[in-house]
């Protein structure tokens, strides 16, 4: 099979590699959509932080937003999934210890994560292998697009559900990459009043397009003396955002933080306490997975429009250095077909 995976910084094959085998209780899965994301970024460039801690060793087979058919099943694994259209969760525990035992399998300290960690290849090639209890069938109502975006949306909607907002409550979201927008989307048809705020002005006319009509530059956000928000998601990647996030939340409400900046973000925590602020961290989709899926089957959220475009193999350096296609349409998601090369 085809697979492209980072061999060295700024560095991409595409290898042949010998045909997946399902072990026991795995599904082995026909790629047909995966997603690039920040996270394949910084694999891509070297800067990701698990390099130097040793969790991820080059060379890594990118792609943990993906998509496909089940072609094959290990022993344990009846046969009725061959066929099914399936994705997969990213964060696989290792079963054992008391996180696990609880559910809480992405907080594991021994887990692997597919695509990013401990050699388990991701969805940028023509095969993966998952775990049959990592797996969600697809419902018919989900497109192939749609599919391949049910990871990143799992952490999105999970971003939403942690800031316990109701009807009409005022949400701010900062950044306007693929997490915010989803997380805007997934507000929206919670009837949460959103409001979005990012660095470029193509990124918020995107945003008006996808009909959320409370759009703020962040220079807006920093010198407003407005009464605050309900709650504050910060999904941007810059290191000031979290501590604006907090002087822009109301006194007892909830700072939600998904985004990793390349440099620690400082907080004055004195701000926290004296407005009785929880502040919550989201790591993975995990929780989020089966929530999404119901969204975008239901039609309540569509994530299509986010797709700017769908390469082959050979785009996808070009594309992790930065660039856009020529003919890429608006939104901030790139996909991949892995069975175009
Ligand atoms: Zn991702
Ligand atoms: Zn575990």
Redesign the pocket.
Known sequence: MRALRVIAPFTIEIAELADLIPGADQLLVSVERA?I????VELYSGDMAYYESGRTTYPVQIG??WTGIVSGVGTGVSRSWLGKRVTGDTMLGCGLCTRCASGRTHICDQRIEIGITDGWGGGLAEQILIPERYAFVIPESISIAAAAMI??AGNSLRTVEATGLVDHQKLLILGLGTIGLLAAQFARAKNIEVHVAGERESSLNFARELGIMHTHTIADIQESTGSGFDAVIDASSSDFMPNLALQRVLPGGKVVLIGLSGTPSLIDTRVQVLKDVTVVGILSASPGLRGAINYFASGAVNPEPLISEVIGLRDVANRLAGNRGIEAGPGPKIHVDPRIL
């Open positions: 997603g994301c920040g996270t394949d943990h937003e990871e990143p």
